[in-house]
Protein backbone atom coordinates (compact mmCIF):
# COMPACT_ATOMS: atom_id res chain seq x y z
CA UNK A 1 0.00 0.00 0.00
CA UNK A 2 2.64 2.31 0.98
CA UNK A 3 4.96 1.61 -2.34
CA UNK A 4 1.75 2.11 -4.14
CA UNK A 5 1.11 5.42 -2.46
CA UNK A 6 4.59 6.51 -3.02
CA UNK A 7 4.74 5.98 -6.97
CA UNK A 8 1.65 7.74 -6.99
CA UNK A 9 2.82 10.48 -5.20
CA UNK A 10 5.95 10.50 -8.03
CA UNK A 11 3.71 10.35 -10.84
CA UNK A 12 1.93 13.61 -9.20
CA UNK A 13 5.41 15.24 -8.83
CA UNK A 14 6.27 14.47 -12.17
CA UNK A 15 3.36 15.77 -13.61
CA UNK A 16 3.18 18.88 -11.28
CA UNK A 17 6.98 19.34 -12.73
CA UNK A 18 6.16 18.80 -16.17
CA UNK A 19 3.75 21.11 -15.87
CA UNK A 20 5.78 23.57 -14.52
CA UNK A 21 8.31 23.20 -16.91
CA UNK A 22 5.79 23.53 -19.98
CA UNK A 23 4.34 26.72 -18.51
CA UNK A 24 7.57 28.30 -18.01
CA UNK A 25 8.71 27.39 -22.00
CA UNK A 26 5.09 28.58 -22.95
CA UNK A 27 6.13 31.76 -20.86
CA UNK A 28 9.83 32.12 -22.56
CA UNK A 29 8.26 31.97 -25.87
CA UNK A 30 5.57 34.52 -25.56
CA UNK A 31 8.28 36.64 -24.22
CA UNK A 32 10.04 36.01 -27.60
CA UNK A 33 7.38 36.86 -29.41
CA UNK A 34 6.72 40.01 -27.56
CA UNK A 35 10.43 41.19 -27.82
CA UNK A 36 10.67 40.09 -31.78
CA UNK A 37 7.23 41.89 -32.35
CA UNK A 38 8.65 44.81 -30.13
CA UNK A 39 11.48 45.07 -32.14
CA UNK A 40 10.00 44.69 -35.67
CA UNK A 41 7.83 47.75 -34.65
CA UNK A 42 10.75 49.65 -33.82
CA UNK A 43 12.34 48.73 -37.09
CA UNK A 44 9.06 49.44 -38.66
CA UNK A 45 9.74 53.14 -37.11
CA UNK A 46 13.44 53.55 -38.26
CA UNK A 47 12.62 52.12 -41.77
CA UNK A 48 10.04 55.64 -41.88
CA UNK A 49 12.84 57.78 -40.02
CA UNK A 50 15.03 56.54 -42.88
CA UNK A 51 12.79 57.23 -45.80
CA UNK A 52 12.04 60.54 -44.90
CA UNK A 53 15.70 61.50 -43.85
CA UNK A 54 19.22 60.24 -45.24
CA UNK A 55 21.58 58.19 -43.43
CA UNK A 56 24.86 59.06 -43.60
CA UNK A 57 28.03 57.66 -42.77
CA UNK A 58 31.28 59.84 -42.37
CA UNK A 59 33.56 57.20 -43.05
CA UNK A 60 34.43 54.12 -45.84
CA UNK A 61 37.66 52.60 -46.75
CA UNK A 62 36.28 50.56 -49.85
CA UNK A 63 38.45 52.61 -51.84
CA UNK A 64 41.25 51.47 -50.66
CA UNK A 65 40.69 47.81 -50.81
CA UNK A 66 39.68 47.66 -54.39
CA UNK A 67 43.18 49.59 -54.91
CA UNK A 68 44.31 46.30 -52.49
CA UNK A 69 42.35 43.33 -54.28
CA UNK A 70 42.27 45.25 -57.82
CA UNK A 71 44.80 47.92 -58.06
CA UNK A 72 41.97 50.09 -58.96
CA UNK A 73 40.68 48.34 -62.21
CA UNK A 74 37.11 47.92 -61.74
CA UNK A 75 36.30 45.85 -64.56
CA UNK A 76 36.17 42.84 -62.78
CA UNK A 77 34.74 44.45 -59.71
CA UNK A 78 31.22 43.35 -59.01
CA UNK A 79 29.94 46.12 -56.52
CA UNK A 80 26.13 45.34 -57.29
CA UNK A 81 26.71 42.05 -56.77
CA UNK A 82 26.55 40.60 -53.13
CA UNK A 83 30.58 40.23 -52.50
CA UNK A 84 29.95 38.21 -49.54
CA UNK A 85 30.00 35.37 -52.50
CA UNK A 86 33.06 36.67 -55.02
CA UNK A 87 36.70 35.94 -54.37
CA UNK A 88 38.76 37.83 -52.55
CA UNK A 89 36.42 39.61 -50.87
CA UNK A 90 33.97 36.48 -49.60
CA UNK A 91 37.20 35.63 -47.31
CA UNK A 92 38.57 39.34 -46.23
CA UNK A 93 37.87 40.26 -42.71
CA UNK A 94 38.37 43.53 -44.33
CA UNK A 95 35.22 43.99 -46.64
CA UNK A 96 31.90 44.43 -45.55
CA UNK A 97 30.33 47.09 -48.17
CA UNK A 98 28.57 46.31 -51.75
CA UNK A 99 25.72 47.90 -52.84
CA UNK A 100 22.58 45.51 -52.19
CA UNK A 101 24.21 45.87 -48.49
CA UNK A 102 24.00 49.45 -48.53
CA UNK A 103 20.50 49.27 -50.22
CA UNK A 104 19.47 46.95 -47.32
CA UNK A 105 21.04 49.08 -44.52
CA UNK A 106 19.23 52.26 -46.20
CA UNK A 107 22.58 53.70 -46.27
CA UNK A 108 21.45 56.99 -48.51
CA UNK A 109 25.30 59.66 -48.20
CA UNK A 110 28.45 57.73 -47.87
CA UNK A 111 32.26 59.68 -47.57
CA UNK A 112 34.36 57.71 -49.43
CA UNK A 113 38.03 58.21 -48.00
CA UNK A 114 40.63 58.96 -50.68
CA UNK A 115 43.48 57.51 -48.38
CA UNK A 116 47.57 57.47 -49.31
CA UNK A 117 49.07 55.33 -46.26
CA UNK A 118 51.80 57.55 -43.62
CA UNK A 119 54.76 55.72 -45.60
CA UNK A 120 53.93 57.64 -49.19
CA UNK A 121 54.37 61.04 -47.03
CA UNK A 122 57.35 63.15 -48.10
CA UNK A 123 56.82 60.65 -51.02
CA UNK A 124 53.94 60.57 -53.93
CA UNK A 125 51.19 60.72 -51.14
CA UNK A 126 49.65 63.07 -53.82
CA UNK A 127 50.09 60.96 -56.42
CA UNK A 128 48.40 58.51 -54.67
CA UNK A 129 45.38 60.14 -53.35
CA UNK A 130 44.83 61.75 -56.88
CA UNK A 131 44.31 58.10 -58.04
CA UNK A 132 41.93 57.13 -55.33
CA UNK A 133 40.24 60.18 -55.59
CA UNK A 134 39.77 59.28 -59.80
CA UNK A 135 38.87 55.19 -58.24
CA UNK A 136 35.75 56.85 -56.83
CA UNK A 137 34.86 59.26 -59.07
CA UNK A 138 34.79 56.29 -61.87
CA UNK A 139 32.92 54.11 -59.12
CA UNK A 140 30.07 56.67 -59.36
CA UNK A 141 29.97 56.31 -62.95
CA UNK A 142 29.82 53.32 -63.24
CA UNK A 143 26.12 52.87 -61.78
CA UNK A 144 24.34 56.17 -62.41
CA UNK A 145 21.22 54.40 -61.53
CA UNK A 146 22.62 53.89 -58.13
CA UNK A 147 24.75 56.22 -57.39
CA UNK A 148 25.43 60.00 -57.75
CA UNK A 149 28.66 62.10 -56.86
CA UNK A 150 27.66 64.81 -54.63
CA UNK A 151 29.92 67.64 -53.34
CA UNK A 152 26.62 69.93 -51.60
CA UNK A 153 24.47 69.07 -48.78
CA UNK A 154 21.29 69.76 -50.91
CA UNK A 155 22.83 67.71 -53.65
CA UNK A 156 22.24 64.59 -50.47
CA UNK A 157 19.20 65.49 -49.91
CA UNK A 158 18.03 65.33 -53.85
CA UNK A 159 19.83 62.25 -54.11
CA UNK A 160 17.92 60.90 -51.37
CA UNK A 161 14.99 62.15 -52.61
CA UNK A 162 16.06 60.14 -56.18
CA UNK A 163 16.70 56.85 -54.46
CA UNK A 164 20.26 56.63 -55.20
CA UNK A 165 23.60 56.47 -53.07
CA UNK A 166 25.38 60.35 -52.26
CA UNK A 167 28.97 59.56 -52.48
CA UNK A 168 30.95 61.87 -51.36
CA UNK A 169 35.03 62.42 -51.12
CA UNK A 170 37.30 62.68 -47.79
CA UNK A 171 40.56 62.64 -47.66
CA UNK A 172 42.51 60.94 -45.61
CA UNK A 173 45.31 62.70 -43.89
CA UNK A 174 46.84 66.37 -44.21
CA UNK A 175 49.93 64.50 -45.51
CA UNK A 176 48.17 63.94 -49.28
CA UNK A 177 48.08 68.06 -49.59
CA UNK A 178 52.20 67.99 -49.79
CA UNK A 179 52.07 70.84 -47.70
CA UNK A 180 50.76 72.65 -50.58
CA UNK A 181 47.50 75.13 -50.21
CA UNK A 182 47.59 74.86 -54.16
CA UNK A 183 46.95 71.27 -53.99
CA UNK A 184 44.48 71.39 -51.18
CA UNK A 185 42.25 73.88 -53.67
CA UNK A 186 42.69 71.20 -56.78
CA UNK A 187 41.38 68.34 -54.35
CA UNK A 188 38.45 70.58 -53.36
CA UNK A 189 37.93 71.66 -57.54
CA UNK A 190 37.91 67.61 -57.65
CA UNK A 191 35.18 66.84 -55.47
CA UNK A 192 36.51 66.66 -51.95
CA UNK A 193 34.47 67.65 -49.19
CA UNK A 194 36.51 67.13 -46.20
CA UNK A 195 40.02 66.68 -45.05
CA UNK A 196 41.12 65.01 -42.26
CA UNK A 197 44.16 66.65 -40.46
CA UNK A 198 46.54 63.85 -40.17
CA UNK A 199 46.03 60.29 -40.17
CA UNK A 200 48.87 58.44 -37.89
CA UNK A 201 51.61 59.99 -38.29
CA UNK A 202 52.53 63.66 -37.66
CA UNK A 203 53.05 66.19 -41.19
CA UNK A 204 55.49 69.82 -40.86
CA UNK A 205 51.90 71.45 -39.47
CA UNK A 206 50.01 69.02 -37.05
CA UNK A 207 50.55 66.44 -34.60
CA UNK A 208 48.94 62.93 -34.84
CA UNK A 209 46.99 60.96 -32.16
CA UNK A 210 50.49 58.72 -31.32
CA UNK A 211 51.77 61.69 -29.73
CA UNK A 212 48.93 61.95 -27.09
CA UNK A 213 50.36 58.10 -26.10
CA UNK A 214 52.18 57.52 -23.15
CA UNK A 215 56.12 57.87 -23.88
CA UNK A 216 55.53 60.16 -26.49
CA UNK A 217 56.68 63.46 -27.41
CA UNK A 218 54.50 65.96 -29.70
CA UNK A 219 56.40 67.08 -32.73
CA UNK A 220 54.79 70.51 -32.70
CA UNK A 221 52.11 71.06 -29.76
CA UNK A 222 49.18 71.27 -31.73
CA UNK A 223 48.96 73.13 -35.31
CA UNK A 224 51.65 75.30 -36.19
CA UNK A 225 51.34 78.22 -38.24
CA UNK A 226 50.74 76.43 -41.59
CA UNK A 227 48.56 74.31 -40.17
CA UNK A 228 46.09 77.58 -39.03
CA UNK A 229 46.44 78.24 -42.84
CA UNK A 230 45.32 74.84 -44.18
CA UNK A 231 41.81 75.65 -41.89
CA UNK A 232 41.72 79.09 -42.54
CA UNK A 233 41.80 78.41 -46.52
CA UNK A 234 39.71 75.02 -45.70
CA UNK A 235 36.67 76.93 -44.17
CA UNK A 236 37.52 79.94 -47.98
CA UNK A 237 36.30 76.90 -49.47
CA UNK A 238 33.85 75.31 -47.89
CA UNK A 239 35.70 72.08 -47.05
CA UNK A 240 34.80 70.36 -43.79
CA UNK A 241 37.72 69.96 -41.09
CA UNK A 242 37.77 66.53 -39.71
CA UNK A 243 39.32 65.99 -36.79
CA UNK A 244 39.60 62.33 -36.57
CA UNK A 245 43.17 60.44 -36.04
CA UNK A 246 44.52 64.16 -34.49
CA UNK A 247 46.56 64.89 -30.92
CA UNK A 248 43.92 66.34 -28.66
CA UNK A 249 46.40 69.17 -28.71
CA UNK A 250 45.46 69.59 -32.79
CA UNK A 251 41.77 69.13 -31.81
CA UNK A 252 41.82 72.57 -29.51
CA UNK A 253 44.24 74.42 -31.87
CA UNK A 254 42.06 73.65 -34.95
CA UNK A 255 38.63 74.18 -32.70
CA UNK A 256 40.18 78.06 -31.91
CA UNK A 257 40.65 78.28 -35.37
CA UNK A 258 38.09 77.69 -37.46
CA UNK A 259 35.63 79.44 -38.17
CA UNK A 260 32.67 76.83 -39.60
CA UNK A 261 31.65 73.65 -37.38
CA UNK A 262 34.71 70.77 -37.70
CA UNK A 263 33.54 66.97 -37.82
CA UNK A 264 35.37 63.62 -36.21
CA UNK A 265 34.46 61.65 -39.67
CA UNK A 266 35.22 57.90 -37.11
CA UNK A 267 36.18 58.82 -33.49
CA UNK A 268 34.03 57.46 -30.14
CA UNK A 269 34.26 58.53 -26.55
CA UNK A 270 37.25 58.64 -24.88
CA UNK A 271 35.67 58.58 -21.53
CA UNK A 272 34.51 55.17 -22.11
CA UNK A 273 37.57 53.82 -24.13
CA UNK A 274 40.50 55.68 -23.89
CA UNK A 275 42.09 55.15 -27.24
CA UNK A 276 44.42 57.97 -28.16
CA UNK A 277 42.04 58.09 -31.67
CA UNK A 278 38.75 59.12 -29.31
CA UNK A 279 36.93 62.51 -28.26
CA UNK A 280 37.90 63.31 -24.67
CA UNK A 281 34.81 65.38 -22.53
CA UNK A 282 36.59 68.65 -22.61
CA UNK A 283 36.90 68.05 -26.38
CA UNK A 284 32.86 67.77 -26.76
CA UNK A 285 32.27 70.27 -25.19
CA UNK A 286 33.89 72.31 -27.45
CA UNK A 287 32.20 70.36 -30.39
CA UNK A 288 28.88 71.90 -29.00
CA UNK A 289 30.18 75.43 -28.47
CA UNK A 290 31.50 74.77 -32.14
CA UNK A 291 28.61 73.37 -33.59
CA UNK A 292 30.32 70.57 -34.69
CA UNK A 293 29.96 66.60 -35.16
CA UNK A 294 31.35 63.25 -33.55
CA UNK A 295 30.94 60.49 -36.19
CA UNK A 296 30.94 57.63 -33.80
CA UNK A 297 33.32 54.58 -35.02
CA UNK A 298 32.32 51.06 -34.89
CA UNK A 299 36.16 49.22 -34.48
CA UNK A 300 35.90 47.46 -31.23
CA UNK A 301 39.40 49.00 -29.99
CA UNK A 302 38.05 52.30 -30.23
CA UNK A 303 34.71 50.77 -28.45
CA UNK A 304 35.40 48.33 -25.68
CA UNK A 305 39.91 49.06 -25.72
CA UNK A 306 39.93 45.35 -26.83
CA UNK A 307 38.89 42.96 -30.38
CA UNK A 308 35.45 42.21 -28.99
CA UNK A 309 32.49 44.60 -28.98
CA UNK A 310 28.58 44.32 -29.46
CA UNK A 311 26.14 46.75 -31.04
CA UNK A 312 24.93 47.77 -27.09
CA UNK A 313 28.92 48.95 -26.53
CA UNK A 314 28.50 51.11 -29.63
CA UNK A 315 25.28 52.28 -28.33
CA UNK A 316 26.84 53.45 -25.17
CA UNK A 317 29.12 55.74 -26.56
CA UNK A 318 26.18 57.66 -28.99
CA UNK A 319 24.99 57.90 -25.62
CA UNK A 320 27.66 59.23 -24.05
CA UNK A 321 28.56 61.94 -26.57
CA UNK A 322 24.89 63.22 -26.69
CA UNK A 323 24.79 63.48 -23.04
CA UNK A 324 28.27 65.82 -23.10
CA UNK A 325 27.87 67.44 -25.89
CA UNK A 326 24.10 67.17 -27.02
CA UNK A 327 21.89 65.11 -29.19
CA UNK A 328 23.07 67.72 -32.58
CA UNK A 329 26.54 67.11 -32.13
CA UNK A 330 26.48 63.16 -32.79
CA UNK A 331 26.36 61.31 -36.34
CA UNK A 332 27.47 57.87 -37.50
CA UNK A 333 30.91 56.92 -39.33
CA UNK A 334 30.91 53.73 -38.84
CA UNK A 335 34.96 52.95 -40.85
CA UNK A 336 33.56 49.53 -42.76
CA UNK A 337 36.09 48.68 -44.92
CA UNK A 338 39.12 49.81 -42.96
CA UNK A 339 39.20 47.41 -40.23
CA UNK A 340 39.26 43.84 -39.36
CA UNK A 341 37.24 43.19 -36.83
CA UNK A 342 33.44 44.86 -35.70
CA UNK A 343 31.00 44.68 -33.29
CA UNK A 344 28.59 41.70 -32.82
CA UNK A 345 25.48 43.02 -34.31
CA UNK A 346 26.92 45.47 -36.67
CA UNK A 347 28.62 43.26 -39.11
CA UNK A 348 28.80 45.07 -42.28
CA UNK A 349 26.56 48.17 -43.45
CA UNK A 350 22.99 45.68 -43.56
CA UNK A 351 23.17 46.89 -39.95
CA UNK A 352 22.63 50.14 -39.52
CA UNK A 353 18.76 50.36 -39.01
CA UNK A 354 19.63 47.69 -35.81
CA UNK A 355 21.40 50.27 -34.46
CA UNK A 356 18.60 52.43 -34.11
CA UNK A 357 15.92 49.96 -33.24
CA UNK A 358 17.93 49.26 -30.35
CA UNK A 359 18.61 53.39 -29.49
CA UNK A 360 14.57 53.32 -29.68
CA UNK A 361 14.04 50.54 -26.83
CA UNK A 362 15.16 53.29 -24.20
CA UNK A 363 11.89 55.43 -24.79
CA UNK A 364 12.69 58.03 -22.29
CA UNK A 365 15.91 59.01 -24.05
CA UNK A 366 15.09 58.83 -27.82
CA UNK A 367 12.58 60.31 -30.09
CA UNK A 368 11.76 59.49 -33.88
CA UNK A 369 13.44 63.10 -34.45
CA UNK A 370 16.54 62.22 -32.22
CA UNK A 371 16.89 59.42 -34.81
CA UNK A 372 16.78 61.80 -37.36
CA UNK A 373 19.29 64.06 -36.12
CA UNK A 374 21.85 61.04 -35.73
CA UNK A 375 21.13 59.51 -39.07
CA UNK A 376 22.06 62.58 -41.48
CA UNK A 377 20.29 65.78 -40.05
CA UNK A 378 23.25 66.91 -37.97
CA UNK A 379 25.93 66.49 -40.74
CA UNK A 380 23.40 67.90 -43.19
CA UNK A 381 23.52 70.99 -40.93
CA UNK A 382 27.29 71.22 -40.51
CA UNK A 383 27.43 70.93 -44.14
CA UNK A 384 24.95 73.85 -44.68
CA UNK A 385 27.03 75.33 -41.79
CA UNK A 386 30.25 75.08 -43.64
CA UNK A 387 29.06 76.50 -47.05
CA UNK A 388 27.04 79.26 -45.15
CA UNK A 389 30.77 80.43 -44.07
CA UNK A 390 32.32 79.84 -47.44
CA UNK A 391 29.80 82.41 -48.69
CA UNK A 392 30.27 85.11 -45.88
CA UNK A 393 33.95 85.02 -46.13
CA UNK A 394 33.65 85.53 -50.21
CA UNK A 395 30.60 88.05 -49.29
CA UNK A 396 34.08 89.89 -47.13
CA UNK A 397 36.25 89.69 -50.10
CA UNK A 398 39.00 86.93 -49.29
CA UNK A 399 41.02 85.85 -51.44
CA UNK A 400 42.88 82.15 -51.70
CA UNK A 401 45.75 81.58 -49.16
CA UNK A 402 49.00 82.23 -51.30
CA UNK A 403 51.64 81.59 -48.44
CA UNK A 404 53.68 78.49 -48.34
CA UNK A 405 55.32 76.77 -45.49
CA UNK A 406 58.13 77.51 -43.66
CA UNK A 407 61.07 76.00 -44.69
CA UNK A 408 62.59 75.18 -41.14
CA UNK A 409 58.90 73.11 -41.17
CA UNK A 410 60.38 70.53 -43.84
CA UNK A 411 64.23 70.82 -43.38
CA UNK A 412 65.54 68.05 -44.78
CA UNK A 413 62.17 66.61 -46.40
CA UNK A 414 62.24 67.60 -50.23
CA UNK A 415 58.77 66.12 -50.88
CA UNK A 416 60.83 65.78 -54.52
CA UNK A 417 59.81 69.40 -55.16
CA UNK A 418 61.41 71.94 -57.67
CA UNK A 419 63.00 74.74 -56.41
CA UNK A 420 65.56 76.44 -58.84
CA UNK A 421 64.86 78.38 -61.80
CA UNK A 422 63.43 78.19 -64.63
CA UNK A 423 65.74 77.74 -67.35
Not at 188 to 207: F, I, K, S, V
Request: charged share 20%; with cysteine; proline share 4%.
Amino acid sequence: MRRRKRTEFFKLCGLCLTTIIINFLSLICTLNQASALELEERMEIVRKVLREVPLIDGHNDLPWNIRKFSKNQLREFRFGEDLRLISPWSTSPWSHTDLRRLKEGMVSAQFWSAYAPCSSQHLDAVQLTLEQIDLIRRLVLLYPQHMSLVTTADAIEESHRKGRLASLIGIEGGHSIGTSLAVLRMFYALGARYLTLTHTCNTPWADCCKVDEPGQVPHIGGLSHFGTLVVAEMNRLGMIVDLSHVSVPTMLDALATSKAPIIFSHSSAHAICNSSRNVPDHVLKRIAVNQGLVMVAFYPHFISCGEKATLKDVVAHINHIRDVAGIDHVGIGAGYDGVNLVPKGLEDVSRYPYLFAELLADADRWTEEDIAKLAGRNLIRVFRQVEQVRDQLAAQGMLPIDQDISPEDILGRSYCRFNGPRT
